[in-house]
């Protein structure tokens, strides 16, 4: 028995000029909201520490395992909402997001923090992240559009951690760091109207142009082995390790590094907010080049600059216009790295399966997030200082600007064993 008939398995083509916007809305609003508590939960660690005394190494512990579940729950939530509708997948995952934010300040033990932050708060983010709502986006959007379209949606991340993070100040400073979380869980129920924008399956879609063309359609196992067995498509999950390395220590331990610099904690939130603010700019605009340059070339300048910046950034002084020019720098290239990656996964392999394919390059940039999040604090811990920290974030930026070079952009073959 099929769920083809419901609401939700409803094959949907791509929308009418006058709903896109809505579904951009939608798609963009909802990434806004979870990846602005997300990336704003940074700000609460220090507050965290001193509650719990649990150590600035155990509180990192559960941030960086939240970095990696996010990247864990991706591809799974990818193929559910590939086969059974993307509009249930983000119910669950807006709710779990809400619940895991609000218990949070209730917790008193690191097995506690991981369960709120990092299995219920993020694993609820990634079933409601990019994954599902840049393959819905590419669904539902006509195939000149998705360039752009993407870079509409990561904007929308963007924009969320902008308007996040000084709400989350000012309202630490009004009612306190506990309550000010509990109010940031429940504004992301706000994202429940994409439920029902965003409804319907990729899989369903591409069943019929499957029927169309004579062809069979890949199973979920088939389109993982022909990804896992295409070089370019493992080079371009490399490079997002590094992403995810470099995005997770700055949304964690920024406003810690800036700490340690002996500046004042509200330009540790100003930074964040920077960040979110710039990369609304490198969003919309990498989402503008996608088609007009080679996503692979523009993957490797994103890395490349990244490096770069860092580098300059350690031998400048620490006042507070450095770090905010230092933050618009890294905003810019922050998640700028998501529409070009999305568009390479798309153009390789198409859009059916693209959730799960995306979510499983997704996971690859959140074991890198484990990696920055958790070596953040505990090499802090160690030493007192981040500078190793930078410098493996150095490395790993030329390493990815080079291996992005060697990804053939190209429609990937199907395996001649489901051709008919």
Not at 126 to 144: C, D, E, K, Y
Not at 297 to 302: E, V
Not at 411 to 416: F, M
Request: proline share 4%.
């Amino acid at each position: 028995m099929t769920n083809n008939h419901t609401p939700q398995a409803t094959a949907t083509k791509p929308a009418a000029p006058l709903a896109l916007w809505l579904v951009l809305l939608a798609a963009s609003g909802a990434f806004a909201l979870t990846m602005g508590t997300r990336q704003t939960m940074g700000l609460f660690l220090s507050a965290l520490n001193t509650s719990t005394g649990l150590g600035i190494g155990s509180i990192s512990l559960a941030f960086a395992f939240g970095q990696l579940w996010w990247g864990l729950t991706q591809p799974f939530a990818g193929a559910v909402a590939d086969r059974i509708g993307t509009g249930r997948v983000i119910l669950i995952g807006v709710a779990l997001v809400a619940l895991g934010t609000f218990i949070t300040p209730y917790m008193t033990t690191t097995a506690g923090l991981i369960f709120a932050i990092g299995v219920l708060a993020a694993g609820g983010a990634g079933m409601a992240g990019p994954s599902v709502l840049m393959a819905a986006t590419a669904r539902l959007v006509p195939v000149q559009k998705r360039g752009l379209a993407s870079g509409i949606v990561n904007a929308g991340g963007s924009f969320g951690q902008f308007l996040m993070a000084p709400v989350a100040i000012s309202l630490t400073a009004a009612v306190g760091w506990a309550s000010a979380m509990q109010w940031l869980g429940v504004l992301v129920l706000l994202a429940l109207p994409a439920v029902w924008v965003l409804k319907g399956n990729s899989n369903a879609l591409a069943a019929q142009a499957a029927a169309v063309s004579g062809q069979k359609a890949l199973t979920a196992r088939e389109a993982i082995a022909q990804a896992l067995a295409t070089p370019s498509y493992r080079y371009l999950a490399a490079g997002f390790l590094v992403c995810g390395f470099h995005v997770a220590f700055l949304a964690t331990h920024l406003p810690g590094v800036i700490a340690a610099c002996g500046l004042a904690p509200e330009v540790g939130g100003w930074s964040l907010a920077v960040i979110g603010l710039f990369n609304i700019v490198g969003s919309l605009a990498m989402g503008w080049a996608v088609g007009r340059w080679r996503m692979k070339s523009l993957l490797s300048l994103l890395y490349a600059t990244r490096g770069l910046a860092v580098l300059i950034f350690l031998f400048a002084p620490k006042t507070p216009a450095v770090v905010l020019v230092f933050a618009a720098v890294m905003g810019i290239t922050f998640l700028s790295t998501v529409p070009p990656t999305a568009g390479l996964v798309a153009k390789m392999f198409g859009t059916a399966n693209m959730a799960m394919l995306f979510g499983i390059v997704m996971l690859s940039h959140q074991i890198g997030g484990f990696l920055g999040a958790y070596l953040g604090g505990s090499v802090f811990q160690a030493t007192g200082s981040y500078d190793w920290v930078w410098y493996i974030d150095i490395v790993l930026a030329v390493g990815a600007a080079l291996v992005n070079l060697s990804i053939r952009e190209a429609r990937v073959a199907r395996p001649a064993a489901t051709a008919a």
